[in-house]
């Protein structure tokens, strides 16, 4: 038995078992979901967080467009824009990303 534990270990080891699944992606941006996350599926550049509980996302050549719920605040609906140009891996997220717009707002 300890055998087969320490044989699965291993395998989960070699293959960096993350259990993490790509829903959508667009170059270096993706949104992914790791199984047990409070903060569901969300947006990355390169590893680096831009918006977290997507519901919804689209883009085009130059933005990326955003359906979030905002679990702090009663789960409100917000909609963020990134412009991809003005996007870097050494930025934080506010510093890029446009809203949060309610929908009045947004549209």
Same mark, same amino acid.
């Given at each position: ?41 969300? &947006?990355?550049? #390169? ?5 977290? %509980?997507?519901? *919804? /996302? ?5 933005? @990326? ?16 824009? &990134?412009?991809? #140009? ?5 930025? %934080?997220?506010? *510093? /890029? ?5 309610? @929908?009045?707002?947004?549209?």
């Amino acid at each position: 038995m300890k055998k087969i534990l320490i044989f699965i270990l291993l395998i989960c080891f070699l293959t960096n078992c993350d259990f993490t699944y790509t829903y959508w992606s667009d170059g270096n941006y993706e949104v992914t979901n790791t199984a047990g996350a409070p903060d569901g599926y969300i &947006l990355y550049n #390169s590893n680096h967080g831009r918006v977290s %509980n997507i519901l *919804e /996302i689209g883009s085009t050549g130059n933005f @990326i467009v955003a359906k979030s719920e905002n679990k702090y605040s009663n789960n409100k609906i917000e909609y963020w824009v &990134l412009d991809k #140009s003005k996007d870097d891996k050494y930025l %934080n997220a506010d *510093e /890029i990303m446009m809203g949060p717009y309610t @929908i009045d707002e947004f549209i």
